[in-house]
């Protein structure tokens, strides 16, 4: 089953306990499995699921950088200027990273797209022709130091991360991009997780989007019958 975005029940389905972990500060070049392992110790058991933000994984594989080290061009400090709220575009240099990837024509013309769809009635055209281009990098909206400033991009290789931790601690693993808007969406998982399952239980964002610092989540199934969360692929 293919990753999911679900935001039609933002709650936790009746059975399933989220139990936020604690963990010390992630940072580059972290052996994040390891750390993994030493914060569920106890904790997790077998059937369980741990969700593992996409962020944590990130960072840890130094797939961020700071804005400081971003110089945005004129094309990048205008179109910022009349973005909405999302901050990879309202932000120059989350939006000069897209423009470097893929190209200023691609940008220009998503923008321009984007304003003839506001006229015809239609949102999103922007993001919808950049596709993950937009989606593959965050911006600098966290609230952790020293990683306020950091600009996030997409981990790499996260299903592969994800069987690697199921393989070192026993327990099936998922990486996921959850937020306080009710979505969430599983980008990586390890073999016989329910991805669909495991977006809906975190659609109240048991991670937090503040200075929680809980990179992690263990999904645990308390109702009848056989967990929904494993068993499928």
């Avoid at 593959?136 to 996030?152: K, L, W």
């Avoid at 199921?166 to 979505?183: H, K, M, Q, Y």
Wanted: glycine share 10%; aromatic share 6%.
């Amino acid at each position: 089953m293919s990753g999911s975005l679900r935001a039609d029940r933002p709650y936790v389905p009746a059975g399933i306990v989220a139990i936020p972990i604690r963990t010390r500060l992630v940072r580059p070049g972290d052996d994040l499995a390891a750390l993994i392992q030493e914060s569920v110790a106890g904790i997790a058991q077998t059937g369980d699921v741990l969700a593992v933000s996409e962020t944590a994984v990130a960072i840890a594989q130094r797939q961020a950088v700071a804005a400081e080290y971003v110089r945005p061009s004129r094309l990048a400090l205008l179109l910022s200027r009349h973005a909405g709220a999302m901050a990879t575009v309202s932000q120059p240099e989350s939006l000069q990273i897209v423009i470097d990837n893929v190209g200023a024509s691609k940008v220009v013309y998503a923008a321009i797209m984007q304003v003839l769809g506001r006229l015809a009635g239609k949102r999103g055209m922007f993001y919808e022709i950049m596709g993950d281009a937009i989606a593959a990098i965050d911006g600098y909206t966290g609230t952790m130091p020293p990683f306020e400033r950091m600009i996030v991009f997409a981990p790499q290789n996260p299903d592969a991360f994800a069987q690697s931790v199921f393989e070192r601690t026993g327990f099936a693993c998922t990486i996921v991009d959850a937020n306080d808007l009710s979505t969430a969406k599983v980008l990586g998982a390890s073999a016989g997780v329910n991805r669909e399952g495991v977006a809906d239980a975190l659609l109240s964002n048991p991670h937090g989007n503040g200075d929680e610092q809980t990179p992690i989540v263990v999904l645990k199934w308390r109702g009848d019958g056989a967990s929904p969360l494993v068993g499928q692929q």
